[in-house]
């Protein structure tokens, strides 16, 4: 399995942007189709975003599309996940998730590899 870190979580206000980065390690990146998912305390793990292995396509969920932009530099293994006009209810861990077999994947199980998350924090 590819290896995942998150990094650039925080602390921010209502309104404000955050980019977050996933750096993945140890098998080709562009084997897979990248995600991120979100899960707030007591909550579900929910879909936010998802990027094609050539980055052309990506599908968003309902209540994050038009503020978060998915991005990957296939050159740096990285893939980005920009949030602009954040809300208190985005506050949740952010994961990044790598999956070989699907594309479009909405659902955790079409993810087989998982960072250890990152901490979003809006306050209002």
């Known amino acids: 399995q590819v290896m995942l870190q998150e990094s650039g979580g925080g602390l921010v206000q209502a309104g404000d942007s955050l980019r977050l980065s996933c750096a993945a390690s140890g098998r080709p990146f562009t084997n897979y189709a990248m995600a991120w998912f979100r899960q707030a305390l007591g909550k579900e793990r929910e879909f936010v975003a998802t990027i094609s292995r050539n980055a052309r396509d990506a599908v968003y969920g309902d209540s994050v599309r038009g503020r978060f932009t998915i991005a990957r530099d296939n050159a740096k293994s990285t893939v980005h996940l920009q949030m602009n006009s954040l809300k208190p209810e985005d506050t949740a861990i952010y994961y990044c998730?790598?999956?070989?077999?699907?594309?479009?994947?909405?659902?955790?199980?079409?993810?087989?590899?998982w960072g250890q998350g990152t901490q979003v924090t809006v306050s209002s």
């Open positions: 998730a790598a999956g070989a077999y699907y594309t479009g994947g909405v659902r955790p199980e079409h993810y087989e590899s």
